[in-house]
């Protein structure tokens, strides 16, 4: 499977942006990583093929959300209320069970950058 993740870019602190990762065939679990410079990648946000179960870091609920569409076999990750501190390269990624741990996933995007301005 491969993955083309698209969509960053700079905005400024409040701002919102939506990120879009399309996956080349079907997968099972999605999700969405970022790394910081100078940083660990760690884990955003998680969603099952069907769309029934969500995971999120503590510090992006309530202002992030992913989404899946099947037909288009693409995720989606709609991030509003950004701040600074979500600068970062996000990464979409493709696995087999739904774990936040980043070596669970065998499929990776080549990701993309988003940089929030204060």
């Known amino acids: 499977v491969q993955l083309q993740a698209s969509g960053g870019g700079l905005v400024q602190a409040g701002d919102s942006l939506r990120l879009s990762c399309a996956a080349s065939?079907?997968?099972?679990?999605m999700g969405w990583f970022r790394q910081a410079p100078g940083k660990e990648r760690e884990f955003v946000a998680i969603?099952?093929?069907?769309?029934?179960?969500?995971y999120y870091t503590d510090s992006v609920k309530g202002r992030f959300t992913i989404s899946r569409d099947n037909a288009k076999n693409t995720v989606y990750l709609q991030m509003n209320s950004l701040k600074p501190e979500d600068t970062a390269v996000y990464f979409c990624?493709?696995?087999?069970?739904?774990?936040?741990?980043?070596?669970?996933?065998?499929?990776w995007g080549q990701g993309t950058l988003v940089t929030v301005s204060s």
């Open positions: 990624a493709a696995g087999r069970s739904m774990t936040t741990a980043v070596t669970g996933y065998t499929y």
């Open positions: 065939g079907r997968t099972y679990v």
């Open positions: 969603i099952r093929w069907d769309g029934s179960s969500t």
